[in-house]
């Protein structure tokens, strides 16, 4: 079993930056892909970004290529989601899940198990 506290959302302008952080309870994180997730008011769960167990690979939405990046630290069990050039559009709930890692990316929500209770970003224009 895994657990997963989502931290660092806030209140940021247009073209500034946040990094959200997911730290993961249990033995199990290194062997984990983990994704980030995020949702508007209004609109489905869309996937963000995404990340291996060794970090070796990592994956994004077009929407937020280039400006995001996930990265993680297994010694801390913690993965993290630096974010630049936000703009209202990025306005969400961020949630990070897990599941242990297939050796392929995980882009879908129903692939992974273990979710975050999500953090709220508000970007102002």
């Known amino acids: 079993q895994v657990q997963l506290v989502e931290s660092g959302g806030g209140l940021v302008q247009a073209g500034g930056s946040l990094r959200l952080s997911c730290a993961a309870s249990g033995r199990t994180f290194s062997s984990y892909a983990m994704g980030w997730f995020r949702q508007a008011p209004g609109k489905e769960r869309e996937f963000v970004a995404t990340i291996s167990w060794s970090g070796g690979s990592t994956y994004y939405a077009d929407s937020v290529k280039g400006r995001f990046t996930a990265s993680r630290d297994n010694a801390k069990n913690t993965v993290y989601l630096q974010m630049n050039s936000l703009n209202p559009e990025d306005t969400a709930v961020y949630y990070c899940?897990?599941?242990?890692?297939?050796?392929?990316?995980?882009?879908?929500?129903?692939?992974?198990?273990?979710w975050g209770q999500g953090t709220q970003v508000t970007v102002s224009s």
């Open positions: 899940a897990g599941d242990f890692d297939p050796g392929r990316l995980l882009l879908f929500p129903p692939s992974y198990d273990y």
